[in-house]
């Protein structure tokens, strides 16, 4: 299909949640949108954050004009800075999602360098011989846009996440108007967010959670901790007006929950009445009801500042019998440890816990479109073809099928990271597979990156311990001038005999081995460790990481 056709490449986001990262490719022009992260799994061990893999972009440097953003969560702008690093190029977003991305980049030190460049809803703008226009839509976060990208060959819309909310509480609600006259003018390609494609019905919009939450302010009687995600701007300012109508003063807690506030205040998003907030060194100060505390670690982060206050471990935020605490958010899948255990601590200290157990009445909303709204957007964008984006593998199934279900797209496919999807006006196939996949980051420096062999080593050594040998060797003689130590960490061996034993295969292999052998290091050390494992595994049928330290005096 050669040079005239217009590439789909996802370079994260499908086949897992987050890692969104998108290039969209005409001959010697590439856009990328989104540029996320994904928090690790379990078993990636001491990993911080992971980051999709952009060789495939450092190899077309000279072609990338920019990285346009949707919105400002984590896993859309998380990767920003490692990306920046190695490939700095414009960043285009909407106000609120820059303000985000500029405090990213300057705890990484990138932002003097960085080119941020403000986009508006409903003003077009060209990158190469792309048209890109971005629209509006609801999502849990504000300020989110959807992109309608003119290319050459056709309109390629991309949605980001969305839902279908027509009373945003902000006033700025999700624009139909523009999708249906993108539908009139004809569209190629729809990339759709499948999040929730395995909902039926819709989503409830950001108001729906107000009578339940205007009840549980109306019947605490004593402080109310109020937690969600601190990127939710609609949830915070909601809790505020409910604080301000209930006599309650409201204190911030927890460093994102302030910076998030801040940046919301500063924009114009929350304009909380003259001294409704108060210091969080006023809160033993006032009355246990005129209290209200907005405060982080909807998910259990160990040291969030909910997971402190619920151990008595913050300075300011003591939670004390008959205080109610309410999670007005979800469970991220694969938090319900943390999150069960924050909530336990709450109980030990006679706190009433109010969480999204499907009996507390609707306290939170999604902010992804179930499949009636899904359906909708077909409908109204009636697009020639169809990709699903974001989810694990089985949403991008179901999500196929779902767009089949319409009768609308003449093809849906499911692509995969790395795959490579060419388009012309009038077909559309899958052509090869470019480098992807993910990098595995440290501390959260972007520089730290861990290679797989070293998660392959904490796994071995969290699942099998450690055996270290320690022989000490003359170097006038070359014979050992002790009996070898054996330190086992995470090895249990409640046998003395095969300790003494290990310690005797370490001097036979030293005897058997040539004076030649004696003089290379690495090689004694290997026929100990070879040895050592040998005899562990027979005698014990466990599979330790051996590592033999030989030291000359």
Known sequence: MGNETLKVIPLGGLGEFGMNCMAIQWKDDIIVIDAGLMFPEDDLLGVDIVVPDITYLLENRDKVRGIVLTHGHEDHIGGLPRILSQL???????EFTLTYVEGKLEEHKLLDDADLIEML??????????????????HSLVDCVALAIRTPVGTIVHTGDFKIDLSSPDGKPFDLHSFAELGKEGVLLLLQDSTNCDRPGYTPGELAVKPRLDEIFARTEKR?????FSSSIHRIKLAMELAHKHGRKVALIGRSMDNSTEIAMDLGYIDPPQGLLIHSGQIKDLPPEQVCVL???????PMSALSRAAVDNHKHARIEPGDTVLFSSRVIPGNEKP???????????????????????????????????????INLLRPKYFVPVHGDYRHLTQHVEIAVGTGIPEKAMLIEDGEVLELTGSTIEKT??????????????????????IIRDRRHLSEAGLVLAIITIDKMTG????????????????????????????????????????????????KIRADLKRYIQKNTQRRPMIMPVILEI
């Open 432 to 453: 090869g597979k470019v480098a992807s996949g993910r990098i595995l980051i440290d501390s959260g420096s972007t520089a730290d990156v861990v290679e797989d062999i």
């Open 479 to 526: 014979k050992q001038a002790g009996p070898p130590e054996i330190v086992t960490r995470g090895f249990a061996v409640n046998e003395e005999g095969i300790m003494s034993d290990a310690r005797n295969i370490i001097g036979r292999t030293l005897e058997e081995s040539s004076a030649e052998e004696k003089r290379d290091w690495i090689l004694i050390k290997e």
């Open 121 to 138: 809803p409903g003003e077009s703008f060209v990158l190469g011989p792309f048209k890109i226009s971005p629209i509006r839509v609801t």
């Open 88 to 94: 700095n190029v414009p960043v285009y977003g909407t």
């Open 295 to 301: 405060i982080s670690g909807t998910q259990g982060e």
């Open 339 to 377: 999150i069960y255990n924050v909530i336990d601590h709450l109980y030990r200290r006679k706190a009433k816990v109010i969480h999204d157990d499907g009996k507390s009445g609707l306290i939170h909303v999604s902010g992804h479109a179930s499949q009636e709204e899904l359906r909708l957007m």
């Open 224 to 228: 109310l901790f109020f937690s969600c």
